[in-house]
């Protein structure tokens, strides 16, 4: 039995849109690799212009510990790499909670999700979060670099078969 439950920011009710609202504003640069008012004007732009779905993961008893997006584009990097399929992005675990294996649960989470006709990527910096990944078949296509967040390694799951 999972002890954790996945909605989207579109139909969580509003104490749970104001809790990760306020997970999210409080991120640093710092301490979490993200600053927390440019990720959350993020997250409402893919929202409002209908280019992702954002997904909170939260525990049994309503402690949210993860996020993840997956849309269309994410910095434009599909565009300026001239990639087809998706892109998961924004994928956070809540800065308390790291260390414990639950990036796991964000990637199989993300995998369920996952359609055989497109491919999927993301890029990231996180050495932890790409070992979970490498490990679930993704690829590593080259480093990237984004005005937000410098170089980071671009990876790949091509059509993959659910």
């Not at 104490?15 to 409402?44: C, H, N, Y």
């Not at 280019?51 to 910095?75: A, K, M, N, P, W």
């Amino acid at each position: 039995m999972r002890h954790y439950t996945v909605t989207t920011l579109a139909t969580a009710d509003e104490a749970t849109v104001q809790k990760f609202q306020r997970w999210i504003l409080s991120m640093r640069p710092s301490l979490d690799g993200e600053d927390g008012e440019s990720f959350w004007a993020w997250i409402q732009d893919h929202y409002s212009e209908n280019t992702g779905t954002t997904y909170i993961v939260q525990t049994l008893t309503g402690i949210i510990f993860g996020t993840f997006t997956l849309g269309t584009d994410d910095r434009n990097v599909m565009k300026e790499y001239d990639l087809t399929g998706l892109i998961f992005g924004g994928v956070n675990i809540q800065r308390h909670y790291r260390g414990l294996g639950l990036s796991e649960v964000l990637i199989e989470e993300m995998h369920k999700l996952m359609e055989p006709q497109n491919d999927y990527w993301l890029f990231t910096a996180n050495n932890y979060f790409e070992v979970g990944i490498q490990r679930m078949g993704w690829e590593l296509v080259q480093t990237i670099s984004t005005m937000e967040f410098g170089d980071e390694n671009l990876w790949k799951f091509e059509n993959p078969a659910i």
